[in-house]
């Protein structure tokens, strides 16, 4: 099956919430058929009750060729504490996946992740990654830089991986470009920020990249207090399922894409688009308090 017969479904974070995630590929099932391709944004881990059995739900997928999945900040975060370069903050659920007799595996198995998602669908070309791409860079840029990462993060020697995590970044080197696609929510010139603008100023880096006016599209999550971002050439996926709280109703979302567009949708990230399917979160969840809802 070609990539623009197949059915895809693009998902934002997680965030360790089993059961909203298997409502939602249930729902997804029935929409789309059984044989449909999900895209993960990352961050499957972390703040939620169950990552095992998402990471078990996901890597099958990932296994039988279902599924493609970015890593986010979470997961570099679990592999962090597993190499002890940094301990659990007081907000972290990490011990059922650090804790299992399996932990060393999951590391493994996720350290050789990629950092983003290259791809073609109804002939236009996207790039799904957790956070965010420099507004400058060109798909090629994105396939290089994030090459260089990835070798360094799920190479063999597990000393060049813990190098990279204790690495401080320089302005365009491998680690800043490492940061910048698992954290980043604002810039300025050629700086950057995982805070948004109304902490740290410059501007949403998805608002600078639009901007540039690039001919392929970017599918993302991680900035769970916009909620759902859809944009001409960008779609933001983090609605906060894990953020459900008193005060904040979260839900976990999927963009579906495939088949024929509509007339008014000629390419895949044109507008009008309510291709989106999304679950309440079904328990309260971590605290909303803040801004940043990591």
């Known amino acids: 099956m070609n990539a623009d017969a197949e059915k895809h479904a693009f998902i934002g974070d997680v965030q360790g919430c089993a059961d909203e995630f298997d409502e939602l590929l249930d729902q997804l099932t029935n929409k789309l058929g059984a044989d449909f391709k999900l895209h993960s944004v990352g ?31 979470h997961e570099i975060s679990l592999i962090a504490q597993y190499l002890e ?67 360094r993060l799920g190479n063999p020697e597990m000393d060049r991986c813990r190098e990279l995590l204790i690495q401080n970044p320089i302005p365009g080197d491998v680690r800043d470009d490492f940061g910048r696609m698992v954290s980043c929510r604002s810039v300025q010139g050629g700086e950057w920020s995982s805070s948004g603008p109304e902490e740290w100023g410059g501007e949403a880096w998805h608002e600078a990249w639009r901007r540039r006016d690039h001919s392929y599209g970017v599918v993302y999550g991680h900035w769970a207090v916009q909620g759902l971002q859809v944009h001409p050439g960008s779609r933001g996926l983090d609605t906060g399922c894990v953020h459900n709280g008193p005060n904040r109703a979260g839900r976990l979302t999927a963009w579906l894409v495939g088949g024929d ?17 999304s679950v309440q979160a079904r328990h309260h969840y971590a605290s909303t308090s803040g801004s940043r809802c990591e």
């Open 85 to 151: 370069i940094r301990g659990p903050s007081s907000r972290d659920t990490l011990k059922d996946v650090l804790g299992s007799h399996e932990a060393q595996e999951w590391v493994e198995w996720l350290r050789r992740r990629p950092l983003c998602e290259l791809g073609e669908i109804n002939r236009q070309r996207y790039v799904v990654v957790h956070a965010s791409v420099d507004p400058e860079w060109t798909f090629e840029d994105i396939a290089d830089r994030a090459g260089h990462v990835e070798a």
């Open 43 to 73: 961050d499957l881990v972390n703040r939620g009750p169950d990552n095992l059995r998402v990471l078990e739900q996901m890597r099958t997928r990932v296994e039988a060729g279902r599924a493609e999945y970015v890593l986010g900040n």
């Open 261 to 277: 567009l509509t007339e008014s949708r000629v390419r895949l990230f044109d507008l009008p688009d309510d291709d989106f399917i």
